[in-house]
């Protein structure tokens, strides 16, 4: 039999390769982890790079479609304003036109609807029977000028609302 010893030897050694095989086995665990996390990272990042290009060209393509259909409704509005300044230059050079003196009453409720306030706090300067000196052809170049003001900030609050409403829902402010 072996000496005493001999065999705390053996087991000193034995417990030696033990412990040296499982740090071994340890390490190369913990490298094979740390190599599945960064190849998990890196799918992760390319999926990420690929959603924001995505996005952009998503983004992209429905500036260029908004774009487009703005410069559509832009181009029919503007045909549509040409139509009625025609009618109304039309109607200017007719022979009863430019004779009816409209009164201070009509001139201030006009004011105050162009302006959004209360028409008793716009002034005329006389009575509200009297003739203000504004012909029905004068009102009516005004009020054609309001309207195509008017139908351009239309399409362009439309154009806008397409394009946000266009927007993927991450891209929006709350």
Partial sequence: MLPLRAKAAVLVALLAAAGWIGWEWRDRSADLEITELRLSYEKASNKALEASQALADASARVAKERAAAFESGRQEGEANAKVIVKEVIRYEKAEYSGRCDLSNHWVRLDTAAATGVRPDTVTTGGSDDAASGVTDADALAVSTERSAIYHA??????????????????????
């Fill in 153 to 174: 900030e239309v399409r362009k609050l439309r154009a806008l609302q397409e394009y946000v409403n266009a927007l993927p829902e991450q891209c929006r402010v709350r």
